[in-house]
Nanobody, 123 residues
Framework: QVMLVESGGGLAQDGGSLRLSCTTT????????LGWFRQSPGNEREFVAG????????RYSDSVKGRFTISRDNTKSMIFLQMNNLKPEDTATYYC????????????????WGQGTQVTVSS
């Protein structure tokens, strides 16, 4: 059973910053492609950012491009999402996800999910 655990969510003001982290005890972490998704009430879970197994392939949704940065630290088995210039519409539960493929960019490609961490941005 693969376990992913997110942390770093909370309350931020419009224009503020938060840094999300996700960790796992799985020793195969470095062989995974990783991603962040978010879901707000009444909406489907949407792709936010993804990073390939090698770390060289990175993609962002248009809504966060230029504001969010995804990164990974294989030595610590962690993935991060630095969120700057937050907006109220970024309010959602954020999930990290992992897949054994070299790349994964859409929800259906990910096999493993964390439980989520809440991010609330006040105006």
């Amino acid at each position: 059973q693969v376990m992913l655990v997110e942390s770093g969510g909370g309350l931020a003001q419009d224009g503020g910053s938060l840094r999300l982290s996700c960790t796992t005890t799985q020793r195969t972490f470095s062989s995974w492609s990783l991603g962040w998704f978010r879901q707000s009430p009444g909406n489907e879970r949407e792709f936010v950012a993804g990073i390939s197994r090698s770390g060289e392939g990175i993609r962002y949704s248009d809504s966060v491009k230029g504001r969010f940065t995804i990164s990974r630290d294989n030595t610590k088995s962690m993935i991060f999402l630095q969120m700057n210039n937050l907006k109220p519409e970024d309010t959602a539960t954020y999930y990290c996800a992992a897949d054994a493929s070299p790349t994964a960019w859409v929800r259906g490609e990910y096999d493993y999910w964390g439980q989520g961490t809440q991010v609330t941005v006040s105006s």
